[in-house]
């Protein structure tokens, strides 16, 4: 019999199996902050559960506590003051460990239904969730609901989609029979069990605690393993209410909460101590490629999942709606400040200019209009302070300064500091937007997080692709895109774009933006470039965290 949570969530998964395959457009949680959708109360409910926590202790019964910590500093300049247990990683091993019995033990279906229990408790959760991702990265209101929220809930469901659909093919048990000619046949009984890895950890990012946390969570919970989330230092909050959350629901479900548990580390070296344990078998971290590449050389006894830097880029030939092209980029660059791991940093435009649907503009026609469409999506105050956020780093600020100190390049658009009303601490930046000629890589290909873009100047069409393919090919990108009215110029880039093994985004002038992503539709990330070894979500992302344990016997 299936288990009841199973049963529950059937329609939701049958819907999801159908959105993988068919990749249209179909999400399981409302975007829209509606009350319709989340209840005539559910925005002053999370507001009043979030300020609940605010200089408190955040109390999670984990195994070997041996005090509190806290420190994250807000971005808003908000005074959060929130204290989190800290566990020896070594207790929190050993009894993620002995809960991976029980949870092995409902089998694939228990836990696919379970998981969806998870992301649906935690949709209903959505508005205190979003304020603590606004709150602690810096995102405008609106997207920390989204992208925090829905969005990150959506990608954890793809990923126990995949996990269910992949596990979904071993079959329970089955009767081998082999003839034997005029012998009897050999006949055995074959069963067979899917397992879980081992324990696996989730190393969270400073400016998508959930978004960048959901996908491998749920990919190792839905395949059988134990999580230990271990969070950024200063966007530890989502990650702790994430963590309470799931731990709710498994209790509810008789099964020993300590399969997820939150690790809180005061030094870079704990985090070093518990992703190389031998009981740790898959890694997933989202950061700066100096981690990232230690994961990779240092977790030898794990599969890792890593979503470095890069250098995402877009090649401008030619346009029919200039205007609509370049409210698109100023968007594309503004939105939260550009500390997106999709936002474009370089934009190659031929040094002859482009084509357009009106005349001819010139390589420094287009800087120019560039910048002003830009200052013109920020003029009103209370668009801008919405788009832009604030900045999430004192790092970030220092490469604004640096980037408007012209030691990049030639400043096209200063960036400005503007005031937020509502919260007087907040640092927020307005883009920096650079010129500077192609032969000038030290400048622009390298990853500059942060709202800084350079308007590279290339000898033409064909030298830009080409470039654009050779920093993905050695800097990584998760996002490229093409302007060009030309067909064969799209081929071109098309066929560039495989080599290097990179999204594509094609003349984007409306309501869809280069560094957005859709779960259930848009791959994140292919795995091929240096960037990321991995996708959200593909069957590759879930099958390596499962193994299957055969036992047979004659019948």
């Known amino acids: 019999m299936s288990h009841p949570l199973f049963e529950k969530h059937r329609a939701k998964l049958d819907h999801a199996l159908k959105a993988i395959q068919t990749r249209g457009y179909w999400s399981a949680y409302n975007e829209m902050p509606s009350p319709k959708t ?3 109360t559910a925005a002053e409910d999370g507001k009043r559960a979030f300020d609940a926590h605010l200089g408190h202790q955040f109390a999670i019964d984990q195994p ?3 005090g509190w910590l806290g420190g994250e500093q807000s971005p808003f300049g908000v005074e959060l003051n929130v204290q989190y247990p800290v566990c020896e990683t070594q207790a929190l091993i050993d009894a ?3 809960a991976m019995l029980g949870w092995q033990a409902v089998g ?11 992301l649906d408790r935690l949709n209903q959760q959505s508005f205190e969730l979003a304020h603590a991702v606004m709150t602690t990265t810096g995102q405008g209101w609106m997207m920390a609901f989204q992208a925090g929220s829905p969005h990150a809930q959506d990608r954890g469901l793809e990923a126990v989609t995949y996990a269910y659909r992949e596990q979904s093919f071993v079959p329970t048990e089955t009767i081998w029979e082999k003839p034997q000619g005029k012998n009897p046949p050999l006949v055995m009984k074959k069963l067979f069990e899917v397992v879980g890895r081992g324990v696996g950890v989730v190393v969270g990012c400073g400016t998508f605690p959930t978004w960048n946390t959901y996908p491998g969570l749920f990919a190792a919970l839905a395949t059988g393993n134990a999580v230990i989330i271990k969070p950024h230092g200063n966007a530890i ?3 702790a209410i994430t963590v309470r959350t799931i731990r709710a629901v498994l209790i509810e479900n008789d099964i020993d909460p300590n399969l997820v548990t939150l690790c809180i580390a005061d030094k870079r070296e704990t985090t070093q101590q518990l992703v190389t344990h031998a009981a740790v078998k898959s890694v997933d971290f989202t950061g700066g490629n100096v981690f990232g590449q230690w994961l ?3 977790c030898r006894q794990a599969q890792v999942y890593a979503e470095l830097a890069g250098v995402n880029n877009i090649v401008i030939d030619s346009t029919d709606a200039y205007k609509s092209m370049l409210r698109n980029l100023a968007f594309t660059l503004a939105l939260y400040s550009g500390q997106m791991c999709t936002t474009s940093q370089a934009l190659f435009v031929p040094a002859g200019g482009i084509d357009t649907e009106d005349d001819h503009k010139s390589y420094d026609e287009v800087c120019a209009d560039l910048a002003r469409t830009i200052e013109g999506t920020l003029a009103k105050p209370e668009v801008a302070l919405a788009v832009l956020g604030a900045m999430q780093s004192a790092d970030t600020l220092k490469r604004v300064e640096e980037a408007n100190s012209g030691a990049l390049g030639r400043v096209i658009l200063a960036s400005k500091k503007l005031d937020n009303p509502e919260f007087p601490n907040a640092e927020v930046r307005t883009p920096v937007l650079l010129a500077c000629d192609a032969a000038d890589e030290k400048a622009y290909m390298e990853e500059r997080f942060g709202p800084i873009t350079f308007v590279v100047k290339v000898a033409d069409t064909a030298a830009a692709i080409a470039l654009s393919e050779r920093i993905v090919s050695t800097h990584g990108a998760l996002t490229t895109g093409i302007y060009s009215t030309n067909p064969e110029v799209i081929d071109a880039m098309t066929a560039a774009t495989w080599r290097a093994k990179v999204a594509l985004s094609i003349n984007l002038t409306s309501g869809v933006f ?3 992503s859709s779960a259930f539709s848009d791959y994140h ?3 091929g470039n240096p960037a990321a070894n991995a996708s959200y979500s593909d069957s590759a992302f879930v099958a390596n965290r499962f193994r299957v344990i055969q036992r047979r016997y004659h019948v």
Request: glycine share 22%; net charge negative; with cysteine.
């Open 296 to 298: 990779i050389d240092n």
């Open 96 to 98: 993620g460990q002995q």
């Open 64 to 66: 070997g506590q041996t």
């Open 514 to 516: 280069v560094n957005q």
């Open 525 to 527: 990330g292919t795995g």
């Open 38 to 40: 989340y209840g005539e």
């Open 237 to 239: 909050l989502p990650a």
């Open 108 to 118: 694939s279906e228990g836990r696919t239904g379970i998981c969806i229990e998870m």
